[in-house]
């Protein structure tokens, strides 16, 4: 018996029965020789944060446009507190946190540069529209490895498929064909917004945009006056609901899930659609509209020529535009519109 094999064991003898088991797995885009001593998630897991595109988040923005202050999220940042939570629900159910941490660590990798301001942008540029979880599952399918793709599991790339929410999505108790198929990608899901409704608080407040008074009252009575409280109780709740529910499906309370959506929405009109990131959005459509006519304009210099034979200039000014981080295409924009100082040859 391998390594590889006595771990898939242990997942069969230590993991709940609705778990999703490595060994289990509906398999790979292209088959490939299993591993000696890593499960197939686990191995997916390495190849996600191995990936040019992880590291990329690093310097692509959640909620503040490049911010200058070191303690504010970057997607990076996000990316790990929603691995955290996710891994800390499984844990607890018995679920399999290799696949809820691959899955959390890989759904934000299609993000734009500029956040969701440059998610809208792009969707009004590019023919046919553009989304970021569609854009995640092309970078594990295709564009990453020299465009061979990570060739993940099944359910990995269902996860990151599925993970999205929107402003008016629930975190929970979405229908069949609306959510991932593994429990485990649905905790990926309900982790996300556990993560982001409090790390997005806390990040408004630090820049000035929110004080503690203009927290909503209903909400945090509920969920707790501080982010580590009401990451508890919601983390918390879930477990529990979810143990009651006999595993069949994550769910929340309807109080709890309530308080969460009604942050949430407090979030979309105090923060990410006040007049301040509005008028940031226009900036980043001047940006990425200018980069997105330059670049089809000339596209030698900068896209894949692979893709542009294969499935034209729009597709790959998309992976172009879209896999920029907010610096990259700060500056790509500086060197093609903005003219340098002019300096006199002759030294005077
Ligand atoms: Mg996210």
Same mark, same amino acid.
């Given at each position: 018996?391998?390594?590889?094999?006595? +771990?898939?064991?242990?997942?069969?003898?230590?993991?709940?029965?609705?778990?999703? $088991?490595?060994?289990?797995?509906?398999?790979?885009?292209?088959?490939?020789?299993?591993?000696?001593?890593?499960?197939?998630?686990?191995?997916?897991?390495?190849?996600?944060?191995?990936?040019?595109?992880?590291?990329?988040?690093?310097?692509?923005?959640?909620?503040?446009?490049?911010?200058?202050?070191?303690?504010? @999220?970057?997607?990076?940042?996000?990316?790990?507190?929603? !691995?955290?939570?996710?891994?800390?629900?499984?844990?607890?159910?018995?679920?399999?946190?290799?696949?809820?941490?691959?899955?959390?660590?890989?759904?934000?990798?299609?993000?734009?540069?500029?956040?969701?301001?440059?998610? @809208?942008?792009?969707?009004? +540029?590019?023919?046919?529209?553009?989304?970021?979880?569609?854009?995640?599952?092309?970078?594990?399918?295709?564009?990453?490895?020299?465009?061979?793709?990570?060739?993940?599991?099944?359910?990995?790339?269902?996860?990151?498929?599925?993970? !999205?929410?929107?402003?008016?999505?629930?975190?929970?108790?979405?229908?069949?064909?609306?959510?991932?198929?593994?429990?485990?990608?649905?905790?990926?899901?309900?982790?996300?917004?556990?993560?982001? %409704?409090?790390?997005?608080?806390?990040?408004?407040?630090?820049?000035?945009?929110?004080?503690?008074?203009?927290?909503?009252?209903?909400?945090?009575?509920?969920?707790?006056?501080?982010? !580590?409280?009401?990451?508890?109780?919601?983390?918390?709740? &879930? &477990?529990?609901?979810?143990?009651?529910?006999?595993?069949?499906?994550?769910?929340?309370?309807?109080?709890?899930?309530?308080?969460?959506?009604?942050?949430? !929405?407090?979030?979309?009109?105090? %923060?990410?659609?006040?007049?301040?990131?509005?008028?940031?959005?226009? $900036?980043?459509?001047?940006?990425?509209?200018?980069?997105?006519?330059?670049?089809?304009?000339?596209?030698?210099?900068?896209?894949?020529?692979?893709?542009?034979?294969?499935?034209?200039?729009?597709?790959?000014?998309?992976?172009? &535009?879209?896999?920029?981080?907010?610096?990259?295409? %700060?500056?790509?924009?500086?060197?093609?519109?903005?003219?340098?100082?002019?300096?006199?040859?002759?030294?005077?």
């Amino acid at each position: 018996m391998t390594i590889r094999e006595q +771990l898939e064991e242990r997942e069969r003898r230590t993991l709940a029965p609705q778990a999703a $088991k490595s060994a289990d797995t509906k398999g790979r885009l292209r088959p490939e020789p299993e591993d000696g001593i890593r499960p197939a998630f686990q191995r997916d897991r390495d190849r996600i944060i191995h990936c040019k595109a992880f590291r990329r988040l690093k310097h692509k923005t959640q909620v503040f446009f490049a911010p200058t202050g070191d303690h504010y @999220r970057t997607r990076l940042t996000h990316t790990l507190e929603v !691995s955290q939570i996710a891994r800390s629900i499984a844990k607890v159910l018995q679920l399999n946190e290799d696949l809820t941490e691959a899955i959390a660590l890989g759904h934000d990798l299609g993000h734009t540069p500029f956040g969701h301001a440059g998610e @809208r942008v792009l969707n009004t +540029l590019i023919p046919g529209g553009f989304n970021h979880y569609e854009q995640s599952l092309r970078i594990v399918d295709v564009l990453e490895n020299e465009r061979r793709g990570l060739n993940l599991t099944w359910e990995v790339r269902d996860g990151i498929a599925r993970h !999205s929410k929107g402003r008016n999505g629930m975190p929970v108790g979405a229908d069949a064909g609306h959510r991932a198929s593994t429990i485990e990608g649905q905790i990926a899901r309900v982790a996300d917004i556990i993560a982001y %409704v409090n790390h997005d608080i806390d990040d408004a407040v630090r820049a000035g945009l929110l004080c503690d008074k203009d927290l909503p009252e209903e909400q945090l009575a509920v969920l707790g006056r501080s982010s !580590s409280e009401r990451i508890g109780r919601m983390v918390t709740d &879930v &477990v529990v609901q979810t143990l009651e529910g006999g595993l069949a499906e994550i769910r929340m309370s309807d109080r709890i899930l309530a308080a969460t959506v009604g942050l949430r !929405s407090f979030l979309f009109d105090a %923060v990410y659609e006040n007049a301040l990131a509005t008028a940031e959005f226009s $900036k980043a459509g001047g940006i990425l509209g200018g980069l997105w006519a330059k670049v089809r304009e000339s596209p030698e210099g900068f896209l894949d020529h692979r893709t542009i034979e294969e499935e034209g200039l729009d597709a790959a000014a998309r992976d172009f &535009v879209a896999g920029m981080t907010d610096r990259y295409a %700060v500056n790509l924009y500086e060197q093609l519109f903005i003219p340098k100082p002019w300096v006199s040859l002759r030294g005077i």
